[in-house]
């Protein structure tokens, strides 16, 4: 659904009335498009906390960002890679805080952005790369956590729709999907997230098989969509096939229509089902005999009510869609092997789930169940199947959900966001893509806010 609001303040006498009355002035965000696929601009690596072990250069050297351009002296102490400040600002910076270990250190994270992040172009990214907290050496804890705020607090203050973002890794190669994602208008709706990637794959669990195509990933794969016939679902299951997929999209028997629809646009299939029934992953496995990549589970519904005027239906209804037939599908998929080793699943949590929400305690319960599910099971299903799992947590994206939403509860989860504006369901898409990439075998277990650092839970 449009956002006038948006469109308005995008029209010079919009920008002019809004800023005279101090209200929200949201950036329009570049997403990706086939003709725009990468940010434009240059890419700026610095370093806080002295020299680390990261052998980051190649990796950002193959996001296809130009390194910093030389010109005038940089007026800071931080390390640069190149030393020089180009006259148009970034498009991405990328500092390396991974050495700090303590709070002497965490001023050079000051020093180095400090004179370059009013440069940073609108939609640019910065991306803070810190290491895994140390259980046994507090100081490094503490100033490793510091960046977390530190992160969260300048993705609130940067506005003109840059992005801020923290990695917490140990290698950079394995990150090398993340870096890209965070490096590109595909994440244009994440910021303020804190993600871990692990090292490596579990032995005899290759996440690809010989080298990535990076232009196609899911060539050759099969990827299922529940509830793929609209809204987000539809949007996943289109990014999944621009990147090569093989797409089944699901939905229930009503829905027949759109699905077929969805499938025969993107040359693929439709299967009708209810994802409550109890022999559902038996007949998805039925369905494909050859086993799937990729599974999302994107289905879900509201029946919002507070506590006190619920009906038990509504409840039961709720946690039936949104939680227990994503947990009954995953066990049967994964008992009968239907997932093939290097699978994706990704479920969809919500802010809701994370924040709470007033007349949502069903809805909010069974969001925070999925996060539950997805950080139990990560470790095992990678260590027995070489499957990761991870979920979306969407904010407010613009669909017919949200677009039941009355208007002034509407308006305000729309505005109350560092970007000031809704999401789309391509937003959720492209994160869904880069989590369900093959290269993204070490993100394992995570819960990422779509939300455009929604002030909800934040
Ligand atoms: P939507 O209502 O537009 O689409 C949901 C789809 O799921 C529909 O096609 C529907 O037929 C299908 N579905 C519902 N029950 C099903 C069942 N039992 N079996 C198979 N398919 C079923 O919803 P939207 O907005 O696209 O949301 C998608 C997911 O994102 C949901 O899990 C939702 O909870 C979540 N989400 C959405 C947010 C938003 O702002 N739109 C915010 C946070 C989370």
Known sequence: ??????????????????????????????????????????????????????????????????????????????????????????????????????VDALAE????????????????RIVVLG??????????????????????????????????????????????????FLLSPKSAYVSGQVIEVGTEEVAGFPGSDGPVDW??????????????????????????ARDGAHVVVLDVPQAEEDARRVAARLGCSALTLDITAADAGERIAAELPDGLDVLIHNAGITRDRRLVNMPADRWSTVLDVNLASVLRTTDALLAKGALRAGGRIVATASIAGLAGNAGQTNYGASKAGVAGL?????????????????AVAPGFIETRMTAAVPLFIREAGRRMNSLAQGGLPVDV?????????????????????????????A
């Open 109 to 124: 994270v000051h020093a180095a952005l400090h004179p370059v992040v009013r440069s940073v172009a609108a939609s640019g």
């Open 215 to 240: 232009a196609l990933p899911l060539a050759g794969r099969t990827a299922l969509v529940t509830g793929g016939a609209r809204g987000i679902g539809e949007a996943v299951a289109e990014t999944l």
């Open 374 to 390: 997805v950080r139990s099971l990560a470790p095992r299903a990678l260590a027995e199947h070489g499957v990761t799992v991870n």
């Open 429 to 457: 898409a492209e994160t869904t893509a880069w989590l369900a990439h093959p290269a993204s075998g070490a993100v394992n277990g995570q819960v990422v806010r779509v939300c455009g650092q929604s002030l909800l839970g």
């Open 131 to 180: 290491a895994p907290l140390d259980a046994r050496d507090h100081h490094q804890a503490a100033v490793q956590q510091a960046l977390e705020g530190f992160v969260r607090s300048l993705g609130k203050e940067i506005g003109r729709g840059r992005t801020v973002n923290l990695v917490r890794l140990t290698d950079a190669s394995a990150a090398e999907s993340t870096l890209r």
């Open 1 to 102: 659904m449009a956002d006038r609001y948006l469109s308005f303040t995008a029209t010079a006498p919009g920008r002019l009335l809004t800023r005279r009355l101090g209200l929200p002035q949201p950036a329009a965000l570049s997403r990706w498009t086939a003709e725009r696929p990468a940010l434009e601009g240059h890419l700026t690596h610095l370093t806080a906390g002295g020299p680390t072990a990261l052998d980051l250069a190649p990796v950002l050297a193959r996001t296809g960002l130009p390194a910093e351009p030389t010109g005038s002296a940089r007026s800071t102490g931080a390390k640069g890679s190149g030393g020089t400040t180009a006259s148009s600002g970034p498009a991405a910076v990328v500092l390396d805080a991974t050495g700090v270990r303590d």
